[in-house]
C-alpha cells in the first residue's frame, strides 16, 4: 500500500502524445508487470471514429513509451473509455494454467461496456481476438432468456429521501431455469436524481452462486455523495454507478431494506457503517 506519494514536477504530465487531441486521450488502465521487466498500461483513445486502446510500456513507471502498435482498435466504434485487460484461466487458477486475456471498452456513444476475449502474445505485445469472440459493436452484454422469475427484486435503496422522491436501488432477481436457479445483481439509476440532464442507466450482472448449496447471498454496498459500488456473494461480482441526487444528500440520503417480490425473505444481518471525512491538508 502506498502512504506517502511525491509529485513529480518534471514528469508531468507523466503520458504524452502530442498526435492526439488531449480530450480523446484518458482513462489509464492499472499497469501490470511484464516477464521483461517492464511495466505496461493502456490508455483509450479514439481517431477519425475508429476506437483505440493505446499500449506503453515504461522501466520505472515514471517514463512512458507508445509501443509501434496499439494493443487493439477497430473502426466506426468513436471513443473508447475506461479500458481493461487482464487474463482469465482457461482451466483451473491463472497462475500455471493456459489463460486467455479479456480485453474490455466502455464506448462513450452508447455508454456501454463491450469485451472480447483473445490471446496475449506478451513477447510481440499483440492482442488477437478470437474468431468467436465478437468485435466492436457487437460486443458481449448480457441478456436474460427463457427464464422465470422466482424471488425478488429485493435489496437495498440507497441515497434516498425520507419520501422517496429519489433513490437508488441494488438488488438481487433471482430467476427459475430447468436446471438451476439464475441470480443477477442489478442497479437502477432512473430514480436516483430530479436532475433530467443526467445519464442513468441501469446495469445487470450474473452473480456465480448456487442458492440449492449456500441457500443465501451476502450483498455489500459502499455509498459516497455520487457513487454507490455494490459487491454480490462476498464480492463474487461488483457494480458502480455514478449517480448525482439533488435532495438525497448528506443527512437527507437514507437507506431503506426492500422486497417487491412475492416470495418473503429472510434479512439474517443487516450492518451500517458510517466513515469519517478525509482530513486533506
Not at 494493443?71 to 468513436?78: E, F, L, P, Q, V
Not at 468485435?135 to 452484454?141: A, P, Q, S
Request: aromatic share 12%; charged share 20%; glycine share 8%.
Amino acid at each position: 500500500m502506498t502512504h506517502f506519494w511525491v509529485k513529480p514536477d518534471k514528469l508531468n504530465p507523466v503520458v504524452v502524445d502530442k498526435d492526439v487531441n488531449h480530450t480523446e486521450f484518458r482513462d489509464p488502465t492499472a499497469a501490470w508487470w511484464g516477464k521483461d521487466g517492464h511495466w505496461r498500461m493502456l490508455v483509450g483513445s479514439v481517431r477519425k471514429r475508429r476506437g483505440i486502446a493505446y499500449l506503453y510500456g515504461s522501466k520505472d513507471f515514471m517514463t512512458w513509451v507508445q509501443a509501434k502498435h496499439p494493443i487493439h482498435s477497430k473502426g466506426g466504434t468513436g471513443m473508447w473509455e475506461c479500458p481493461n485487460f487482464y487474463p482469465v484461466s482457461v482451466i483451473g487458477n491463472v497462475v500455471g494454467n493456459p489463460v486467455k486475456y479479456v480485453l474490455k471498452n466502455n464506448l462513450d456513444d452508447t455508454k456501454f461496456d463491450y469485451y472480447n476475449v483473445g490471446t496475449y502474445m506478451e513477447d510481440k505485445d499483440r492482442y488477437v481476438p478470437d474468431n468467436t469472440s465478437v468485435d466492436g459493436w457487437g460486443g458481449l452484454r448480457g441478456g436474460v432468456q427463457n427464464y422465470r422469475v422466482g424471488v425478488g427484486p429485493f435489496g437495498l435503496l440507497t441515497l434516498a429521501t425520507q419520501n422517496l422522491e429519489e433513490f437508488t436501488p441494488v438488488f438481487f432477481r433471482v430467476f427459475k431455469s430447468p436446471n438451476k436457479h439464475i441470480v443477477l445483481l442489478c442497479s437502477d439509476a432512473r430514480s436516483s436524481s430530479l436532475k433530467s440532464d443526467l445519464y442513468k442507466p441501469q446495469f445487470a450482472v450474473f452473480v456465480d452462486v448456487d442458492l440449492t448449496v449456500d441457500k443465501k447471498i451476502s450483498l455489500r454496498s459502499l455509498i459516497d455523495h455520487s457513487v454507490v459500488e455494490s459487491f454480490g456473494a462476498g464480492g463474487k461480482t461488483n457494480i458502480l454507478s455514478r449517480v448525482y441526487p439533488e435532495l438525497a444528500v448528506m443527512n437527507q440520503a437514507h437507506l431503506f431494506v426492500f422486497n417487491n417480490g412475492t416470495e418473503p425473505i429472510v434479512v439474517q444481518n443487516l450492518k451500517a457503517w458510517s466513515m469519517i471525512s478525509t482530513d486533506i491538508k
